[in-house]
């Protein structure tokens, strides 16, 4: 077996400034430059890497999931920082609310999600 010490997702960017002040200001987490990119520390202390890529396509899934206490008080804080929803189409397998969240209708649980810089897209989960 491999001896690992430990693991870390990556992801491409468009443009390496834009994602800086998106990660290290807006969303306030720890960003240090690393081999071309960024070092991510998000919440937790896990780190997750982002590259320039020049020929740069938007992930079509879920890149980075961040769970919150509160849903409804994350979708609050994010809209106030100019960060809306996306929009996703309801469909019976996945029932979206008129803001734009997939949540259980039995516990309530739920996911949103915004969309980086570079339109990577990011979830908010309680």
């Known amino acids: 077996m491999l ?3 430990r693991s870390f997702s990556s992801f491409s960017v468009d443009d390496i400034e834009a994602a800086r002040t998106f990660y290290g200001r807006t969303l306030g987490f720890e960003v240090e ?3 071309g990119g960024l070092l991510i520390t998000v919440p937790g202390g896990q780190t997750v890497y982002a590259y320039p890529k020049d020929d740069h396509e938007p992930a079509t899934f879920t890149v980075l999931n961040f769970e919150v206490p509160d849903l409804d008080e ?3 804080e ?3 920082m100019g960060l809306p929803l ?3 189409a309801s469909t019976p ?5 008129e803001k734009g969240v997939l949540r259980d209708p039995d516990s309530g649980a739920g ?3 915004i969309k980086d ?4 897209v990011l979830g908010i989960i309680h």
């Not at 810089?117 to 990577?120: Q, R, S, V």
């Open 111 to 113: 996911i949103a999600w």
């Open 93 to 97: 397998q996945m029932p979206i609310d």
């Open 117 to 120: 810089p570079a339109g990577n």
């Open 86 to 88: 996306e929009q996703y």
């Open 74 to 76: 994350a979708i609050a």
């Open 78 to 80: 994010l809209e106030s």
């Open 3 to 5: 001896d690992i010490t």
């Open 33 to 35: 430059d690393s081999m």
